[in-house]
């Protein structure tokens, strides 16, 4: 947002107090999630055991697209939800905002979880690094999305 005379107008995104710490809490709270999904991957990955048996082996063509099925839809659901935040992120106390005001939603959220694994394949160290050097402790994913991960004040 602009002012007339040609300054750019704060927000409440220029308050450093909201970036405080978050580097190392997005990194908790991917590793509290992760462990999260892993742990939703046993019931889902014994139905799928199950379906292939009672389908002579075809079911067990879905153990290749679990993990990335169950991790987007608990990224769709926690992220996209209400809470723009994960459960990891909500332990460690932060959330997901878009720099525009307006709520994420899961689409977003997908979008971002698939650069940020887009982004850690081809770029692995230079997510994290990207941090030190980009305003408000954003990832290039966060970059590219308008985001950023604040620190929750609720």
């Known amino acids: 947002m602009t002012i ?52 002579f082996g075809l079911g067990w063509m879905l153990f290749a697209v679990l993990f990335p099925a169950v991790a987007l839809t608990y990224v769709w659901t926690t992220l996209g939800g209400p809470n723009q935040a994960t459960v990891g992120m909500r332990v460690m106390g932060v959330r997901l905002e878009r720099l525009d005001g307006r709520p994420v939603d899961g689409m977003l959220a997908l979008i971002h979880t698939v650069l940020f694994w887009a982004g850690n394949t081809v770029l692995s160290p230079l997510i994290l690094l990207a941090t030190l050097i980009l305003d408000r402790k954003r990832t290039l994913h966060d970059l590219l999305l308008g985001t950023v991960v604040v620190r929750d004040g609720r």
Not at 15 to 40: N, Q, S
Request: avoid cysteine; glycine fraction near 10%.
């Open 4 to 55: 007339a005379d040609g300054q750019v107008a704060s927000t409440r995104f220029d308050d450093d107090r909201l970036y405080d710490g978050v580097r190392t809490k997005r990194v908790v709270a991917f590793l509290i999630d992760y462990l999260l999904v892993g742990l939703m991957m046993i019931p889902f990955g014994i139905a799928v055991l199950l379906l292939g048996l009672l389908t």
